[in-house]
């Protein structure tokens, strides 16, 4: 049965259409003036309605981790995160032993949900194959040179990965990734890597960066290391985590200025998302959540409890983005760099919407065509 939705403010590309009505199935049927009698309605009252958000790096969230390896797990983040407007995710491991990579792999390969809930993507690797000087949260003794035993397995579920290109000779893994599996998404992360060892992974592959700040060199006049190489080069996109915990805001306004076109927004958060404060676990280390702020013993940010809707207030308030562009950032930027057939309204694209208010508050999520969330 199709549905429509009425009375809104239509977050399109370029603009926000007021005077039409949203028609879709699963897919997205177009814009129209007028709808049969016998379309099921739902009236937005004045709200926005946009594509379904996107998060391409998250752990967990509702107290469930990827590395948790369940199908329990997975329900209870898609059930935590569809009430923040994030209809499609890829679960995001963490650098642990190999047995425990391999068991959340397998989880996600054979996953099946039982109810409508947001799109399970495929899978982020971050990690195992890092520079140990920027592990951050990432337990440093599971930390291996790039191969391809993981990958070859699961190339079908692995859309991502994480790699930092100057150690154990990862540069040419990089170029035989590219070669063997164009569709998974190279990205440069916990990474010491300088100006030229960057460019030369760019050159080699890598296209997108990992929460862009943390876990890499910082920027200095004199050497400006990795983020200066995302900086220079327009076909690199990046992503950060916009909770003015991990950056200050006036960097979000920096590399929102930097890079207006290639700038997404990710949570990066962990089972302690959508939680209250407390002890948590990430990889196998101890977390402590206090004020939203998630931290290894010994102080060391520890993913986030970041939520998507969230991401974007932050955006538009310590940015000059405009609503369009800061839903962008977590919708058609995103589902371009995936090549998914999602992120729009525009006809023949998957039928996730979501529906807020002015605070980006979330007060209904669709997919593919069917509510999976209305807030009461």
């Known amino acids: 049965m199709k549905k429509a939705i009425k009375n809104a403010k239509f977050i399109t590309h370029q603009s926000i259409i007021t005077d039409k009505i949203l028609l879709f199935d699963d897919k997205i049927v177009g814009f129209v003036d007028s709808i049969d009698s016998d379309v099921e309605v739902i009236d937005a009252h004045g709200l926005y309605v946009s594509a379904g958000f996107i998060d391409i790096h998250i752990h967990g969230s509702g107290g469930a981790d990827t590395m948790d390896a369940s199908p329990k797990a997975l329900d209870t983040i898609a059930n935590a995160i569809v009430k923040c407007g994030t209809t499609s995710y890829l679960a995001t491991t963490m650098t642990m032993s190999q047995e425990h990579i391999i068991n959340a792999l397998e989880n996600i390969k054979a996953y099946k949900p039982k109810q409508i809930q947001p799109n399970l993507l495929g899978v982020h690797m971050e990690g195992p194959f890092i520079n140990p000087q920027k592990a951050g949260a990432q337990d440093s003794r599971y930390i291996t040179q790039a191969s391809f035993e993981l990958i070859d397995k699961y190339n079908k579920i692995i859309k991502m990965i994480t790699i930092a290109p100057e150690v154990y000779n990862n540069l040419g893994f990089i170029k035989k990734l590219k070669a063997d599996y164009p569709h998974i998404l190279l990205s440069i992360g916990h990474s010491n890597a300088t100006y030229n060892e960057a460019i030369d992974s760019f050159d080699c592959g890598i296209s997108h960066a990992t929460h862009m700040f943390n876990a890499m060199p910082p920027y200095h006049h004199r050497e400006v290391g990795l983020i200066g190489a995302v900086f220079d080069r327009d076909d690199i996109s990046c992503d950060i985590i916009a909770d003015k915990i991990h950056t200050h805001t006036s960097t979000l306004d920096m590399l929102y200025r930097l890079k207006p076109n290639s700038l997404m927004l990710i ?97 209904l999520s669709i997919i593919a065509g069917e509510i999976a969330y209305k807030k009461e």
């Open 267 to 363: 949570t990066d958060s962990m089972r302690a998302g959508c939680m209250k404060d407390g002890l948590y676990d990430l990889g196998g280390q101890k977390v402590n959540v206090l004020n939203s702020k998630a931290t290894l013993s010994d102080g060391t940010l520890a993913g986030s409890v970041l939520k998507l809707n969230i991401a974007i207030r932050n955006i538009l308030e310590y940015t000059n983005a405009s609503l369009n562009d800061a839903i962008a950032m977590v919708t058609s930027l995103v589902a371009k760099k995936l090549s998914l057939n999602k992120g729009l309204l525009e006809i023949g694209y998957d039928a996730d919407i979501v529906i807020f208010d002015d605070d980006i508050d979330i007060k």
